[in-house]
């Protein structure tokens, strides 16, 4: 399995513009998750999927942020206007919650820098 | 709610032993992993632990679960260059995904 694709994978972009992150899912997981990392503020959940419906979107910092999952091999997270604090790492992570201990599998991640 | 605690940075010396601490509060935790994460990469599955185990050893890892005091650590036997990276404590509720994971312990080697 090519394990969780993330694109791209590094993101340079100026602030007010649109920036959109791709994830695609393990095979067969049913369950996707969007983290954010930051030094300051370490490893936070944004939001999370079970089988392409958004389940808990709690950690979403605010509305200009989005995530979609229109099927069960692709999501997106989306942040319109970008500014320059959105500037960290964004994690996809997928898991099938019916296998015993329903381990997460990160992606690579995607490094935004908003100017 | 769910917390999860470590300590932030961790030095040791190579060929030692390293010990990572992690305190959670949640008492139905049912499963408790480690992650590690090498600089510029995501977070890898190092190994888990059932919470009716208390220890599980693979390799040069050895996990030990103390459910009484809600403490998980990891050992690594004989600590490499290769070992420093941060370190995620994690835990789940069975059926309250998702994992709640500690804000990660940095391990330095030092040769």
């Known amino acids: 399995d090519a394990g969780v694709i993330q694109s791209p994978r590094h993101e340079v972009t100026e602030m007010g513009q649109e920036v959109t992150l791709r994830c695609k899912p393990i095979?067969?997981?049913?369950?996707l998750f969007w983290y954010r990392q930051t030094m300051m503020r370490g490893l936070e959940l944004l939001i999370y999927f079970n089988n392409n419906v958004p389940i808990d979107d709690s950690g979403m910092p605010e509305d200009r942020f989005s995530a979609k999952m229109p099927n069960a091999s692709f999501s997106t997270l989306k942040i319109q206007p970008s500014e320059p604090r959105d500037s960290a790492v964004y994690f996809c992570?997928?898991?099938?919650?019916?296998?015993?201990?329903?381990?997460?599998?990160f992606g690579p991640g995607t490094r935004l820098l908003v100017l | 709610g769910e917390d999860v605690e470590q300590s932030l940075f961790l030095s040791v010396r190579e060929g030692d032993s390293s010990v990572i601490n992690c305190t959670y509060t949640d008492s139905s935790s049912t499963y408790l992993y480690w992650y590690k994460q090498e600089p510029g990469a995501g977070l890898q599955l190092l190994t888990y632990i059932f919470s009716n185990m208390d220890m599980k050893q693979d390799q040069r890892l050895t996990v030990l679960l103390n459910k009484k005091d809600k403490h998980l650590s990891l050992r690594i036997a004989d600590t490499q260059t290769g070992d420093s990276a941060i370190y995620f404590c994690a835990e789940l509720t069975w059926g309250n995904t998702p994992l709640v994971f500690g804000k990660g312990t940095r391990l330095s080697v030092i040769a």
């Open positions: 992570a997928s898991s099938d919650p019916t296998r015993l201990g329903e381990t997460q599998y």
């Open positions: 095979s067969g997981h049913n369950s």
